[in-house]
């Protein structure tokens, strides 16, 4: 089934227009009510909105007759961070940036599905699921827990993502799993402030911080199978405001990212021991807090 070019350029003007008008996670209303609209105008067979808060689904019965039912899944969130880039579809918003590709993504679903209405050249049905809250929000769980695969009886659901470095045109995949679970984490590391000229007196949350975020790489490097993929980022490290204090409390976040169940659990049940046996070495006391999203 090719493409005709118009949908391309009519693809690459909602990518733009996405881009300068980024929403973040649940809140993506403008976009949903676009999405939806297009849908509609596509001539899709039913287009339903508010799955998982703020969901849209598109469905396009194939001509061929009954088969089975497969969804082809985008996300429609942008990230909290401030564009810099000078491009003429720069976003309007101010804090809020499609940085992770989530308006190509949108883009070429929408694409996707008119050419499907255009074409309807297959067997079964094509369910066009447009998620919100990708980044942190646990919006495919919503909609899933809205009765997404019950509702629409999906049978298989497919999905893409942009990948940087790539070359144009060009398509990657591999046997297995291709992309993690991103498990974001939180650690709190409450020990003793006082006087940085008197760090006896103290028990120091910066140190302590300091010795878990070294131990924690060798979660990858000693306790994982060298065959397996893992990675343990510690992206955040807050603590004090003084310099001549040592502070109460410190607090380090970032991400954990596995492929399979399995390590999933390992190294979330490493990070965690680490944290707590090392706070507790130096008589502090480490609270782990993991967001499996």
Known sequence: MPIADSIVADATAWRRDFHQ?????????????????RLREFGCDEVATGI???GVVGTVRGRRGPGRTVALRADMDALPIAERTNLPYASRTDGAMHACGHDGHTAMLLGAARALCES????????????????????????????????????EVYGMHSLPGLATG??????GPIMAAADRFVIDIEGR?????????????VLVGSHIVTMAQGIVARNVD?????????TVFQAGSAQNAIPQTARL???????????????????RAIAESVAAAHGARATFRNDRG
Request: with cysteine; charged share 20%; hydrophobic share 40%.
């Open 21 to 37: 008008n980024p929403e973040i996670l649940y809140d993506v209303h403008r976009t949903a009510g676009l999405v939806a609209e």
């Open 52 to 54: 998982g808060r703020t």
């Open 120 to 155: 309807r050249d297959f067997a079964g049905t094509a369910v066009c699921v447009f998620q919100p809250a990708e980044e942190g929000g646990a919006g495919a769980r919503a909609m899933i827990g809205d009765g997404l695969l019950t509702r629409f009886g999906v049978d």
């Open 170 to 175: 060009r398509f990657a995949t591999r046997p």
């Open 193 to 205: 402030g006082g006087h940085a000229a008197l760090p006896h007196q103290t028990v120091d949350p």
């Open 226 to 234: 060298p065959l397996e993929a893992v990675v343990v980022s510690v």
């Open 253 to 271: 976040a970032g991400t954990i990212r596995t492929l399979t169940p399995a390590m999933r659990d390992h190294a979330e049940a490493r990070l």
